[in-house]
């Protein structure tokens, strides 16, 4: 009995450690000096399109701007330096500042397909190919017909719409029309971080995708 009791002790413990790992948000535009601490971790630079866990801090100073998008009900937060931000399940809770973000509820279809886009480390199962189910092309039309809805509706510097577009074509191995995005978007933004950040981010993965379907 005993020796059960401690299994499922530590069980749980190895549940409770899983759970605080889970990716709860995308940060989908970050500018200035913006500062992630995750749990028992130094703070280093934020860069875009990193995913954040329930509990990481993000440090806001001077006139930084920060976009997150969390998972969990779609909530789309755009914040103004300087401010101290702890992420939680759904939304971020201010430590320190007063300021309040500009929120927006995204999609359910958008959300889903931002969870997946790739992570800067490369380490991310949530953004892995499903190599064994590839989707017929009515699932191709489906895609770019709410692509094209989600750009009308959108602000021309918005990008989510394209993100969502990145993410569904990496997913559906359309490796042409993926690269062929990343090139209209390198003509419209020339010089801007968050977009530098996306090519690396989509080259590697593509690259990583063609490998492992050798």
């Not at 329930?54 to 914040?79: A, I, N």
């Not at 419209?188 to 063609?210: F, I």
């Amino acid at each position: 009995m005993a020796k059960t009791g401690w299994f499922g002790g530590a069980l749980l413990a190895l549940v409770s450690l899983g759970a605080l790992a889970a990716e709860v948000g995308l940060v989908t535009a970050v500018s200035g000096n913006v500062k992630l601490q995750e749990e028992k971790a130094a703070a280093s630079e934020l860069k875009p399109f990193v995913k954040v866990r329930e509990r990481d801090l993000l440090m806001m100073e001077g006139s930084s701007r920060l976009q997150v998008v969390y998972f969990e009900g779609g909530r789309q937060e755009t914040w103004q330096g300087p401010v101290v931000l702890e992420v939680g399940n759904g939304s971020s809770k201010t430590l320190k500042g007063s300021l309040q973000p500009e929120i927006k509820t995204l999609p359910a279809i958008l959300v889903k397909q931002l969870s997946k886009t790739p992570s800067p480390d490369g380490n991310v199962k949530s953004g892995m190919i499903r190599m064994r189910s590839i989707p017929p092309y009515e699932k191709l039309e489906t895609v770019e017909k709410n692509y094209e809805e989600m750009r009308k509706q959108a602000d021309a510097k918005d990008r989510n719409p394209e993100l969502y577009l990145l993410a569904s074509y990496l997913e559906l191995r359309e490796f042409d029309k993926l690269e062929n995005v990343l090139r209209q978007l390198n003509e419209k933004g020339s010089g801007d971080q968050d977009l530098a950040a996306l090519n690396m981010l989509y080259t590697r993965a593509v690259r990583e995708a063609k490998s492992a379907g050798k």
